[in-house]
């Protein structure tokens, strides 16, 4: 099989984890041919976020701190990861130049006193560079051959999108399969840095927070893989948060779609724009625990069809939400209020996250971010109240989101209604409902204190646990 | 609009020869005053910002075997890599020989002026056989035009006959006679009986085959040109190693006398459906499609119109200049 494996951040963090994950490599490596994504450590691009903003204004001697502490932690794990000393002296070599070229990067900002976009996506991607000169000594230091590469040199070329950057795919899939295949056949292991990429003059761009899982199913497409492995530190992709329910489950299997709505919806396990790659050339995805590689995990693939019986597969609980109510006599038979509100929050890049009106279009109900809150409202109240298209504009912000996915409630009758039932049962009021005319996810809105027993409500009325 | 041609043989040589000759023609009827600001060919580079003079660089050639020789704006010994990006020019002329194990060096010389933000009419089919899609991708991304309809077809303009006839138009199918020198070798072959050996000897005699004949008689160059119109008339992002080859080596003077009594010929056939083909294959002598010497010939199959058939030459150096004439007018209407 040809496979990419994804690490995670989490997965790498100590010398044990790096060990741990050269081993897994090691095992797969004879029957297989396998690319590896390697993450930043956790934690390091933040780090790096806050050493580009302070940057502009701190001085010299706080960059020579951080950093210090920033080599001592590549440098301590690759010393205890790797036990041949020519290969630990020659991957402690490499750690020492590439920090010294951050050093004058960074160095170079302070002294200009500005950070673009451009010189930001080059700060942030010495992380995953580092990880992958770690990775590569850890798997030569046990006998296997790999070639580290940044994901500009594996041939990944976008747009200039700086912090967010597309692939051009085409160029990207023709490029990758030059440069990485002849390797893959040689039995060679590419390690290659996510979340990087160049733009086609070779200027380094990101692909966005989760851009690693991005990056996996891009080489995936462009090898034309068997699978992808989103290697992390949970089993899959869970029916809800166990930390509510601990009847939570891994679910087996997703399509793309379904898969999609629960990335938007918080998944943390997979980001939501590394669906596309796959779903275009359909590789399939798998989620794995790192630590727990042979136990339970999702696939998400082509394979639309439904179990039956299995209506609902996973429920979302979305904080940190707010809802904003716009009412008004003047509202009714007056088209372009819709319209109105949509260009308002555009205009404040505010994101809406679920949207209901009434037939009697007295009344408009959207759900927005709650740190969006106090400036929708004021924007609001600036474009409708005075000029007369609505009396009330109102918040709650004591309320959440639940999102309920499953390509079964598709065409199956009474979903809401029991939906609905659950809730009431628990004398649970729901302030809003939407449903896609997919039909792929049902959202509704209950007050903050009642959230996680509304949730506890629908995971069992569909029969989401263990069984 | 200033063009920088890269590649200086049959073809370009042809084409400065027409922008000389028609030179008022052009500006009256169509409005275009193409100035050749530089030519690159083995030799080096010719170049000038306000416009060459085309009788001299034609002279020069002639004489010294390179425009690098041309007095004043000759640099021997420099190549396409030095000017393409930082040249200011609307327009970059692809012209060097067909290469399809790596498209070089057409490969980089597409790739520096599309990434320069400059419109690219090519002739040359190794990078478009390799990369079409990639290269496509990449004007579109800079906003600028690829054109390549020199590379199908010579001077015929098969590439935008069958755009027309596909507008609105369901696609069934797309089969042609797409290598002139090959048809040429069958038709000698069925005629008169020669072997294939013989056959070759002549072609390659009169011109219409290349001293290395692998590129027309293994089907790769009319492997290229399916990728080509693969890429163009349909949805497909296909590349050469998509497409299934063979060629006519092994074809003997019997079977085509066989295949003659029962009413056939055999002919070098590219067909694109749901799968991509080059191969030989019976053609009903009655079939329009099915044409003799060292034309070209393609079918376009349709839902609503049906058959419809382009023939003509398909190759030439007059015939590819007018081609990229054509082209370069598409070009400047775009603009």
């Known amino acids: 099989m040809k496979i990419i494996m994804k690490f995670g951040g989490t997965s790498l963090n100590s010398a044990d984890k790096v060990r741990n994950v050269s081993r897994i490599v090691k095992d797969h490596s004879q029957n297989n041919q396998i690319t590896i994504v390697a993450s930043a450590l956790s934690g390091v691009t933040n780090l790096l976020e806050k050493l580009s903003k302070q940057s502009k204004h701190n001085s010299k001697k706080i960059i020579a701190n951080e950093l210090e502490k920033f080599t001592k932690l590549h440098t301590n794990i690759s010393k205890d990861s790797i036990k041949d000393q020519k290969i630990k002296e020659e991957v402690l070599k490499n750690i020492l130049s590439i920090i010294n070229e951050l050093k004058s990067v960074l160095e170079g900002v302070y002294a200009i006193g500005e950070i673009t976009p451009r010189s930001r996506d080059k700060i942030l991607s010495f992380g995953e560079r580092l990880t992958v000169i770690i990775v590569t000594g850890a798997l030569k230091d046990i006998g296997i051959s790999a070639e580290p590469f940044t994901g500009a040199k594996a041939g990944i070329v976008t747009d200039e999108k700086y912090g967010e950057a597309n692939p051009l795919m085409s160029i990207t899939k023709m490029r990758i399969s030059e440069i990485l295949q002849p390797l893959l056949s040689k039995g060679i292991i590419p390690v290659v840095t996510g979340f990087m990429a160049a733009t086609q003059t070779g200027d380094i761009t990101t692909l966005g927070r989760g851009g690693s899982d991005f990056t996996a199913t891009i080489l995936g497409a462009a090898l034309s893989v068997d699978e992808v492995w989103i290697c992390t530190d949970v089993n899959g992709m869970m029916t809800t948060d166990p930390k509510i329910i601990s009847d939570a489950r891994t679910i087996s299997q997703l399509s793309y779609s379904e898969a999609l709505e629960m990335t938007v919806f918080g998944a943390k396990a997979l980001h939501p724009r590394a669906i596309e790659p796959a779903q275009e050339n359909k590789i399939p995805v798998r989620i794995k625990n790192t630590l727990d590689l042979t136990g339970s995990d999702t696939l998400i693939s082509n394979d639309q069809s439904i179990i039956k019986g299995e209506i609902a597969k996973s429920v979302a609980l979305i904080k940190d939400v707010a809802m904003v109510n716009i009412g008004g006599a003047g509202m009714v038979g007056k088209p372009g209020i819709a319209a109105k509100v949509f260009e308002t929050f555009a205009k404040e890049e505010i994101n809406i996250l679920m949207i209901s009106q009434s037939v009697s279009e007295a009344n408009i109900s959207l759900v927005i971010h709650k740190h969006n809150l106090e400036n929708a409202v004021n924007t609001l109240e600036l474009s409708l109240l005075s000029r007369g298209f609505a009396n009330r504009i109102n918040a709650e912000d004591d309320v959440c989101v639940i999102a309920i996915v499953g390509a079964g409630m598709k065409g199956s009758q009474g979903v809401a209604a029991r939906v609905f039932k659950a809730v009431a049962d628990k004398r649970i009021n729901v302030r809003m409902i939407a449903q896609g005319s997919s039909e792929l996810n049902i959202s509704i809105v209950v007050k903050e204190k009642s959230c996680e027993k509304a949730v506890m409500a629908i995971h069992k009325e569909f029969d989401m646990g263990k069984s | ?335």
């Open chain 2, 1 to 335: 609009m200033r063009l920088i041609l890269i590649g200086y043989g049959v073809v370009a040589q042809s084409l400065t020869k027409i922008l000389t000759v028609r030179k008022q023609e052009i500006l009256k009827r169509h409005k275009m005053h193409p100035r050749v600001v530089a030519i690159v060919d083995r030799g080096g580079l010719a170049l000038n910002p306000k416009g060459l003079d085309l009788e001299k660089v034609e002279a020069t050639k002639k004489k010294y075997g390179s425009v690098a020789a041309i007095p004043e704006y000759g640099s021997p010994g420099k190549t396409a890599q030095d000017i393409i990006e930082n040249l200011d020019a609307e327009v970059v002329i692809e012209a060097t020989p067909t290469n399809l194990n790596s498209g070089e060096p057409g490969m980089s010389h597409m790739e520096e002026a599309l990434k320069s933000g400059k419109n690219v009419v090519t002739v040359n089919k190794g990078p478009l056989a390799l990369a079409l899609p990639a290269l496509s991708e990449m004007a579109t991304y800079n906003d600028v035009h690829l054109r390549f309809g020199g590379t199908v077809g010579g001077g015929t303009p098969i590439l935008d006959f069958g755009k027309k006839c596909l507008s609105f138009d369901k696609l069934i199918a797309i089969e042609g006679i797409l290598n002139g020198s090959t048809n040429y070798m069958l038709t000698e072959m069925e005629q008169h009986g020669t072997t294939f050996e013989e056959a070759l000897s002549e072609a390659q005699d009169k011109g219409y085959a290349e001293a290395d004949p692998s590129l027309d008689v293994d089907g790769l160059d009319a492997a290229a040109k399916l990728v080509i119109m693969a890429n163009w008339f349909t949805d497909k992002e296909v590349t050469l190693k998509d497409i299934s080859i063979k060629g006519i080596r092994d074809i003997k003077p019997e079977n085509l006398k066989e295949a003659s009594e029962r009413g056939f010929a055999i002919k070098l056939i590219g067909r694109i459906d749901e799968e991509l083909k080059v191969g030989p294959a019976e053609l009903r002598k009655s079939d329009p499609l099915c044409i003799g010497g060292t034309l070209n010939a393609v079918k376009f199959q349709s839902e609503f119109a049906g058959d419809e058939i382009i023939i003509g030459k398909g190759a030439g150096g007059p015939e590819t200049a007018s081609a990229i004439l054509r082209d370069l007018l598409d070009i400047r209407e775009k603009m």
